[in-house]
C-alpha cells in the first residue's frame, strides 16, 4: 500500500515546519491520508490517460 502526496500539498507543509525552529531534529510524516494500491494508482493513472 502506497501514499500519494501532490507537491505543492507537501510543500506547504514543508514549508510551515521551516518557520518554525523547535522542529528542528523532529520527525514528521507529510503524506495524505488515502491509501492505494499500485493497481489503484495503475488505473488512476490511466483513466486520467484516456486509457
Known sequence: MW???HHA???LGFT???A???AL???FH????EVLS???IYRT???AAGV
Open 9 to 11: 500539498d507537501f510543500a
Open 16 to 18: 510551515g515546519l521551516l
Open 30 to 33: 507529510l503524506t495524505k491520508d
Open 25 to 27: 531534529g523532529e520527525t
Open 45 to 47: 493513472v490511466a483513466e
Open 3 to 5: 501514499t500519494l502526496t
Open 20 to 22: 518554525h525552529p523547535e
Open 38 to 40: 499500485w493497481d489503484e
